[in-house]
């Protein structure tokens, strides 16, 4: 939701301040223009996702405590609608070269996810580490655990992919979605 996004930006602030941080400062460090950084605190949206990750890395708290609000290892999930029929294409941190963060020391690369449409049943899997998926195109019903969630271009999910989880296309077009899975 929107204020899911907003919260974002309203940690993301809290952050700077308490480490005495200027808007200037941060805005030079993540090499945007200060009118760019001062939207993402201001809304939240559009925050590249490596951007999360440094000013996480450098306010010395986990991606997690950005994205969700809680220091604590995710269990769950957390899911961020784009909202207001806002195109994904307008979102420049979903582009791929920004998509990719360091966690837990490692880098990892998105993955580029096509599926076609269906009515089956996603397939279940599980695996260790942490899971983001952004939809770019189409609609793609993510299940996790006993719920279904059902995600249109812009909107993501992160979950902890130790419960059972898949993914699958609804409607009469391909999807397309980035993944990336932290171990």
């Given at each position: 939701m929107v204020q899911e996004l907003a919260d974002i930006g309203l940690?993301?602030?809290?952050?700077?301040?308490?480490?005495?941080?200027?808007?200037?400062?941060?805005?030079q460090e993540l090499g945007v223009d200060l009118a760019t950084y001062q939207e993402w605190e201001a809304t939240g949206q559009d925050v590249p996702i490596s951007a999360i990750y440094h000013m996480a890395h450098h306010f010395g708290v986990e991606f997690t405590e950005i994205l969700t609000g809680t220091a604590a290892k995710l269990?769950?999930?957390h899911v961020v609608k784009n909202g207001e029929g806002r195109e994904v294409d307008r979102y420049p941190g979903y582009?791929?070269?920004?998509?990719?963060?360091?966690y837990t020391g490692k880098i990892m690369q998105p993955l580029l996810v096509v599926l076609e449409?269906?009515?089956?049943?996603?397939?279940?899997?599980?695996?260790t580490g942490q899971e983001f998926n952004l939809v770019l195109d189409g609609t793609v019903v993510?299940?996790?655990?006993?719920?279904?969630f059902e995600l249109e271009a812009g909107d993501c999910i992160y979950f902890n992919p130790q419960y059972p989880h898949g993914q699958r296309c609804k409607g009469d077009k391909p999807a397309r979605f980035v993944t990336i899975i932290a171990e």
């Open positions: 940690r993301i602030q809290g952050l700077r301040e308490a480490c005495d941080v200027s808007q200037e400062e941060m805005a269990e769950t999930y582009h791929f070269e920004d998509l990719a963060w360091r449409p269906s009515v089956e049943a996603a397939e279940l899997v599980t695996h993510v299940t996790w655990g006993d719920k279904e």
